[in-house]
């Protein structure tokens, strides 16, 4: 058993890097060896499927409600991001940005506050290296505040319903690790980004998305995250047996691959109950700064990269370093706490 739960791991962490096909269908993907994990673990019954079909119902109902209302509230948005960014100092007003979403998109959720963020940007003249730095470090505030709620993102929603806490469990157990982050990669947009004197007047123009695209979209979150249900309860014998006895510094650096996959793929495989709470927050500290430092590692990164045109070799050129110092800077932390 144990050997076919390895190669299963092995497929869903290779297979959609090296396969535009799957890339492109990670959903159904994953839900095809969620299935097998599940059978060849044998963890199947009643109650696992109506835990595979709840879960995913509250980030999916964000989801939909909030594509709805951003697309009737388009234009007064783009007005009103307009309107702040001249009123104020262009460094406070990214810095503001940064923090602002962040700290919301664990209630408006990840995806709905990266299309915010692209939204941003089209308004704002910048150059395309202070483009690229406001992307990455929004990005990283993101995937930092999206967790702090079970609707924000697939990882807050597949690691409190694994643990089977309540809706603040992760704000209470990383809130006071993530919050100063978040503000930090705020005053970074500050710091790093070069402002510029010119305001584009007339947006950049992105293809209105259609009532179908926003529907698609929660349909492919509520697939997303039933996948991880299943792959979660699936590995749950492998996690038993290989990770929990691991220390949590050591899982804190091995979720560093989580820069070239889906940090709540491996949220999924890597979290139990029988875990304490600092192993835990090692586990979702090393998930959340890591998925930030290439464009596959979380959804804001895809969303982002992919309406901005941003490439690989961009993303990663101011990421990468990014990415690494803070993962130190919290390294030491979880040291100092531990």
């Known amino acids: 058993m144990m050997f076919s739960l390895i190669i299963i791991l092995m497929l869903v962490l290779f297979i959609p890097?090296?396969?535009?096909?799957?890339?492109?269908?990670?959903?159904?993907?994953?839900?095809?060896?969620?299935?097998?994990?599940?059978?060849?673990?044998?963890?199947?019954?009643?109650?696992?499927?109506?835990?595979?079909?709840?879960?995913?119902?509250?980030?999916?109902?964000?989801?939909?409600?909030?594509?709805?209302?951003?697309?009737?509230?388009?234009?007064?948005?783009?007005?009103i991001i307009l309107g702040l960014s001249k009123a104020m100092p262009l460094r406070l007003f990214l810095a503001l940005t940064v923090i602002t979403l962040g700290l919301v998109s664990s209630v408006i959720t990840a995806i709905i506050a990266a299309i915010v963020l692209v939204t941003i940007v089209s308004v704002l003249h910048l150059d395309r290296k202070s483009e690229v730095r406001l992307v990455v470090l929004a990005c990283y505030s993101i995937g930092?505040?999206?967790?702090?709620?079970?609707?924000?993102e697939p990882l807050s929603t597949i690691a409190t319903s694994k643990l089977n806490e309540d809706f603040f469990y992760l704000l209470q157990l990383i809130g006071p690790n993530v919050i100063p982050g978040v503000i930090l990669f705020g005053l970074l947009a500050a710091v790093l980004i070069k402002p510029s004197k010119k305001i584009n007047q007339s947006f950049k123009t992105h293809r209105t998305e259609s009532n179908l695209d926003i529907i698609i979209r929660s349909f492919k979150v509520y697939l997303f995250v039933m996948a991880l249900t299943l792959l979660g309860a699936g590995f749950e014998p492998f996690i038993e047996k290989y990770l929990l006895n691991l220390s949590p510094l050591v899982l804190y650096w091995i979720n560093m691959i989580s820069a070239v996959l889906d940090n709540a793929t491996l949220a999924a495989a890597e979290i139990s109950p029988s875990?304490?709470?600092?192993?835990?927050?090692?586990?979702?500290?090393?998930?959340?700064?890591?998925?930030?430092?290439?464009?596959?590692?979380?959804?804001?990164?895809?969303?982002?990269?992919?309406k901005l045109s941003i490439t690989s070799i961009e993303w990663a050129r101011f990421a990468v370093p990014i990415g690494l110092i803070t993962m130190v800077a919290y390294f030491i932390v979880i040291i100092t706490i531990a």
Not at 53 to 61: A, E, G, S
Not at 144 to 152: F, K, S, W
């Open 275 to 306: 875990m304490d709470n600092s192993t835990i927050q090692a586990i979702l500290l090393g998930l959340l700064v890591s998925g930030g430092m290439l464009i596959p590692g979380n959804i804001p990164n895809i969303i982002a990269a992919g």
């Open 144 to 152: 930092l505040g999206a967790v702090l709620t079970p609707i924000g």
């Open 17 to 79: 890097f090296f396969s535009n096909t799957v890339a492109r269908n990670l959903e159904a993907f994953l839900f095809l060896m969620g299935t097998a994990t599940v059978l060849i673990s044998q963890v199947y019954d009643s109650t696992l499927l109506i835990k595979v079909f709840n879960d995913p119902l509250k980030i999916t109902f964000a989801v939909l409600i909030a594509g709805f209302i951003f697309k009737w509230f388009q234009t007064p948005i783009k007005k």
